[in-house]
Each structure stands twice: as structure tokens, then as C-alpha cells.
């Protein structure tokens, strides 16, 4: 394996399924060695682990908690051990507990918050004391590291019945901002990729029936849904070199979804 990310290490939390997957298999693909993190599911983590080395690449399936403080260093830890540095994280752990506002409990509230935004949080204030460690020297990029938030199109456009959900990415918008601000001195890009409906078991339902997909459809003005590889494209060429000059933006992925369609024929 080689291509545009020789020489790289990526972590990539949330790797075990839908789009963290895509994107750990492009990175490996353009030459980088492949930290996958997953929670619970084990068994898709080790299949790709094995997809990969059996490409000639490297990859390692770690089990971590983004949510929990002392996890998320020992994730790191376990990545700097199998490949000696890190240079490229991808926070893409997230998850969804929908519910009116009315009837939203805060226990799902708070479990959101905690591996959507808090666990963006702790992953990124890990990468960069690891970026800021490692010798100018030793680097194989322009920059001392990339950091790369998985954010969604609900940054921007408000959803009813997922407060909490858009809430998180809202806030994944200002931090990113605000990171790439305070580290740009340090030669550290930070930008995030928006996603918008991507076929994923999580939003299975939205796209898995002709009359659901129908009605999604009127949403991308695009007229397609999108594919995890969609995504993985994007965040290949964000972490790579060719995006160099790019940092504290959110690059959108949703063929056109948050474009307002309604407005198409002038609302």
C-alpha cells in the first residue's frame, strides 16, 4: 500500500461500522498505518484490521471509551505503542438518542453530549499534546498534525426531535473553530467534515424502502444519497498535504442538503 499518506499513523475512533470504517480503510489505502477504535463491536474491527494487513497496509483494533478521560489516553498510548507516533486523528465516534424535547431524558441528553462533543473534545486535547511532543524532524507532512471532526449538516440546519444530536455538532462547529485559532502557531490544521444522509445502518431506515428514499431524496438536491466512500475521500484529501493551506473549516459532504432545498422553486 502507498499513496498520499506514507508514512502517516491515523486514529480513527468510531472505526468498527458506517462511515469510520470508509474512512480507516481510505487511510490505509493511501499509505497510512491505521489505528481503529471501536467501543463494543469487536468482530467488524478485527475484519477490517485484517482487510488491511492482508493488503500489505498496517492496522489495530483498539476498544476505547471517547466519553472517558483516562480511555481516551490510554487509546493514544496504545496507537504511539503499535506505530511509534501519531500524526492524523479523526473524531468520528457518535452516537444518537432521538426523542421529542418533552420527553427527552436527561440521561440521553448527557449521553450524546459525552460522546459527541465531550469525546471530540478529549480525543482532540489528546492528539495535540501528542503533535506537540513528536520532533519537527520526524514528521512526515507539511504540518505537526491533523485534526480531522466528524460533524454532520445538523451543525447548520436545526432538527426537531434531536435536540440533543444537533446541539453536539453545533457545538463541534465553534470548537473546531476555536482549536484551529488557538494551534495554527503550531503548525496543527483542525477542520471537520459535515456529512450529510449517508448510507449507514444508523439512518437505515431512512433509505432502506423505496417510499423512504423517495422522500430523502427531496432533501438532496444532489438526487443521490450519499456513500461512506463519499466521505472518506474528503477526509483522505483534508489530512493530506494537497490540503495544506486549509484549517478551521468545515468542509460539507451532502450533495447540496444544506442548501435549504425547500427554496429550489423560490419557496
Known amino acids: ?13 468510531g472505526a468498527s461500522s458506517g462511515i469510520g470504517l470508509g474512512v480507516a ?27 488491511i494487513t492482508g493488503k500489505g497496509g498496517r492496522a489495530v483494533a483498539i476498544a476505547a471509551d471517547v466519553s472517558d478521560e483516562a480511555d481516551v489516553a ?41 460522546v459527541n462533543l465531550t469525546g471530540q473534545f478529549l480525543c482532540s486535547r489528546e492528539a495535540l499534546r501528542r503533535f506537540r511532543s513528536q520532533p519537527a524532524d520526524t514528521r512526515p507532512a ?7 471532526s466528524m460533524s454532520s449538516v445538523h451543525e447548520i440546519i436545526p432538527w426537531a426531535g434531536h435536540v440533543n444530536y444537533a446541539t453536539a455538532k453545533g457545538g463541534i462547529r465553534m470548537m473546531v473553530r476555536s482549536l484551529a485559532q488557538e494551534v495554527a502557531g503550531d503548525g496543527i490544521r483542525v477542520n471537520a467534515i459535515a456529512p450529510g444522509a449517508i448510507r449507514t445502518p444508523i439512518n437505515q431506515d431512512a433509505w ?59 419557496g
Do not use: C
Open 208 to 266: 432502506d424502502t423505496p417510499e423512504a428514499l423517495e422522500k430523502l431524496l427531496r432533501l438532496i438536491p444532489y438526487g443521490r444519497i450519499g456513500e461512506p466512500e463519499d466521505v472518506a475521500r474528503a477526509a483522505v484529501w483534508l489530512a493530506s498535504d494537497e490540503a495544506d493551506y486549509i484549517t478551521g473549516t468545515t468542509l460539507f459532504v451532502d450533495g447540496g442538503m444544506a442548501l435549504y432545498p425547500g427554496f429550489r422553486d423560490n
Open 142 to 148: 507539511r504540518s505537526a498534525g491533523v485534526i480531522i
Open 1 to 13: 500500500m502507498s499513496g498520499r499518506l506514507d508514512g502517516h499513523v491515523v486514529l480513527v475512533t
Open 74 to 114: 490510554r487509546l493514544f498510548d496504545e496507537t504511539v505503542s503499535a506505530f511509534g507516533r501519531i500524526d492524523i486523528l479523526v473524531a468520528n465516534s457518535g452516537i444518537q438518542k432521538d426523542a421529542a424535547i418533552a420527553d427527552m431524558t436527561l440521561a440521553d441528553w448527557n449521553a450524546v453530549i459525552d
Open 25 to 51: 480503510e481510505a487511510m490505509a489505502d493511501a499509505g497510512a498505518a491505521v489505528a481503529i477504535n471501536y467501543r463494543s463491536h469487536r468482530e467488524p474491527a478485527d475484519d477490517l484490521v485484517a482487510r
